[in-house]
């Protein structure tokens, strides 16, 4: 689940196409870029969807490039679980007892629709300088530039200080069973880089104007309200309707706002964005990195969709449901409430905070559990911030990081559950408004490909 500064939803309709004469802008340049950009090709023609059983026959393929590059076989093991599992590559550094350090992607994509689409989403397509699939952003284009790199380093015979630990979880989108077990697995490894959090943000000239590296994610939550009641015939009505009581329940939630926090993450992210950010909005954001209880400034950031998760917990309505004919008052209504936590909040507090608002001892409120699990934020270590920051300005000189807190969730979560550092440093670059992850027409540019793989290169000579 990759997430950029800003996700705007792409919309189009299905159209005849008719794929255009490949050009200088659709190629890279450099051998390693050539060969990432076979490999996000390849990798995109498989349906890793869940319930369609392809994370196998990918990791299969993957297996087959990186023991070609010279990975010996027995350090190349898949492990299923149901019909996907995660792939593991282990490449020895000069001191085997050392803490490995996990490079993290993950190899399923979530569902979409031929009929939705302009081109077919599990057909790739390289066209005026982009790679069109689904996957291709989110996180194929990631892995493609992380393997291509240890393959590379590979056959130039490079050895690492510690032992590098490819991990390729299969289930991201969905329960993140594999990556569980991975974390699990790997709970011992020193460092995660995570290739499907962070990137790079290009202006409308097309140039770098800041990296964000991700340190932590909001916690996730859904809760059930759920009441019933006798019900009876439409025109008899009662002084109790489940519909009724439902709806002002859930309107006390929306009418409340948690109250602002930070820590080290969202306080250099909102620090560093002030500086270029106008108006009210920058001055808030420097008010409240400077004082937390700034409540005034929390709202005023708070007003802006781009920034809300950065300063609270948030809790929204996000399904409803109930009665059962048209003619009968409502038996049973329910509704879930999906929040997203502050790092650091349990979900308990939050629990009990919307049974307080739910007020009404009728209405059960409960939690409905999908895997996810409470997770601290990483610390901002130096060497990992010391390494992007001179990764970036060999990118672009002078380029701004920012360190990030993500709304959504990664893999991460289970490895920050463990202790383990870990740290979202995706290589690509693109201009916000052209994310579409998740979305119709996914794509990413050839252009970051070249760059992408010197991106991991400094970064794991630099920490492996």
Wanted: charged share 20%; with cysteine.
């Amino acid at each position: 689940m990759r997430h950029l500064p800003i996700i705007v939803a792409a919309t189009a309709t299905a159209t005849a196409f008719v794929p255009a004469a490949a050009t200088a802008q659709d190629t890279p340049t450099t051998p390693a870029g050539k060969e990432a950009l076979t490999l996000l090709t390849k990798g995109i023609a498989f349906q890793t969807v869940a319930g369609r059983g392809q994370v196998p026959a990918y990791s299969a393929y993957l297996k087959q490039q990186l023991v070609a590059a010279g990975f010996a076989e027995a350090d190349v093991t898949f492990v299923p679980i149901g019909e996907t599992g995660y792939l593991t590559a282990r490449y020895p550094g000069r001191d085997r007892k050392a803490k490995p350090t996990v490079v993290l992607a993950h190899m399923d994509v979530v569902e979409a629709d031929p009929k939705d689409w302009t081109r077919d989403p599990f057909t790739p397509v390289v066209e005026n300088g982009y790679v069109y699939g689904r996957g291709s952003l989110d996180n194929k284009a990631g892995l493609s530039l992380a393997v291509a790199t240890l393959m590379k380093l590979k056959r130039e015979r490079w050895v690492p200080q510690r032992d590098l630990v490819l991990v390729l979880t299969g289930d991201e989108e969905t329960s993140m069973k594999t990556t569980q077990a991975a974390a699990e697995a790997f709970k011992g490894a020193g460092l995660v880089l995570n290739a499907d959090a962070g990137g790079g943000a290009l202006g409308d000239d097309g140039k770098p104007i800041a990296y964000g590296l991700q340190a932590a994610e909001k916690v996730y939550g859904d809760w059930h309200l759920t009441i019933t009641d006798p019900g009876g015939h439409s025109s008899r009505p009662g002084p109790t309707n489940a519909i009724v009581s439902l709806a002002a329940a859930v309107g006390r939630i929306a009418a409340y706002r948690f109250p602002p926090q930070q820590n080290e993450i969202t306080r250099a992210s909102l620090a560093g964005t002030a500086a270029g950010t106008p108006g009210p909005l920058g001055a808030a954001m420097k008010a409240f990195a400077a004082n937390p209880r700034d409540q005034a400034a929390a709202d005023t950031i708070s007003a802006d969709p781009r920034y809300i998760g950065q300063v609270r917990t948030t809790c929204v309505t996000t399904m409803f449901n109930g009665g059962h004919a048209p003619n009968a008052l409502p038996q049973r209504a329910m509704a879930n409430v999906n929040c997203r936590i502050f790092p650091g909040t349990p979900r308990a507090e939050i629990e009990k905070k919307l049974t307080a608002l739910v007020a009404d001892p009728k209405i059960k409120v409960s939690f409905a559990d999908n895997g996810t699990i409470e997770a601290g934020a990483s610390p901002l270590d130096p060497k990992v911030l010391a390494a992007v920051k001179a990764a970036a300005a060999k990118r672009s000189p002078g380029l701004q990081v920012l360190p990030q807190q993500e709304a959504g969730a990664t893999d991460s979560m289970h490895f920050r559950a463990h202790g383990i550092p870990s740290f979202g440093v995706g290589p690509v670059f693109m201009k916000p408004g052209e994310i579409f992850a998740h979305g119709l027409n996914e794509r990413v540019p050839v252009a970051t490909i070249d760059p992408g793989v010197v991106w991991w290169e400094d970064l794991l000579r630099s920490l492996g």
